[in-house]
């Protein structure tokens, strides 16, 4: 789900997995050049807005503070930052919400473009089994592309009322 205020974009994210399995902080990833926390369940979340953007690679972190997310910028994609960030467990899986200040207002007629991406595993599987793209693949293969997203992939928004 994503909602709209005056200085806040807010991303709701629901991922049905029944044993997320979160990469430590502390972990080394052996096989390839991608973060380690790439391998296991987490959320990408990519924004552009008419004047700046930003990249982020989330996990959340059970042993933490409860709903504590470790939050990994994605070079090259601008110097927004992000505000709030939680997590919880749930039945099926677990949700995720996070929240993006924006520099200007957001009012009727703003425009931005988003896209959101699931990195999920299994509980026999060392690394990601896949990525869900919110943007999806209309048909095509995608290559799994770690947090090398491509920007003409988001999807754009306008704030109606």
């Avoid at 709030?84 to 473009?113: H, I, K, N």
């Amino acid at each position: 789900a994503i909602a709209a205020s005056v200085r806040a974009l807010v991303v709701d994210v629901q991922v049905t997995t029944p044993e997320p399995r979160f990469v430590p902080a502390d972990a080394v990833n052996p096989y390839d050049n991608e973060p380690p926390d790439i391998n296991g369940d987490g959320v990408q979340l990519y924004v552009r807005t008419t004047g700046d953007g930003g990249a982020w690679l989330l996990v959340p972190e059970p042993a933490a503070r409860a709903g504590a997310v470790r939050v990994r910028s994605i070079d090259g994609w601008g110097g927004l930052t992000l505000g709030r960030t939680s997590w919880r467990r749930t039945r099926d899986g677990y949700e995720l919400r996070v929240e993006v200040p924006m520099r200007e207002p957001l009012q009727v007629g703003s425009e931005f473009a988003l896209d959101v991406l699931v990195n999920e595993t299994g509980p026999d599987r060392e690394r990601r089994r896949g990525q869900l793209i919110l943007s999806g693949p209309d048909g095509e293969f995608v290559y799994l592309r770690g947090d090398r997203h491509d920007p003409a992939r988001l999807l754009h928004f306008t704030i109606v009322t």
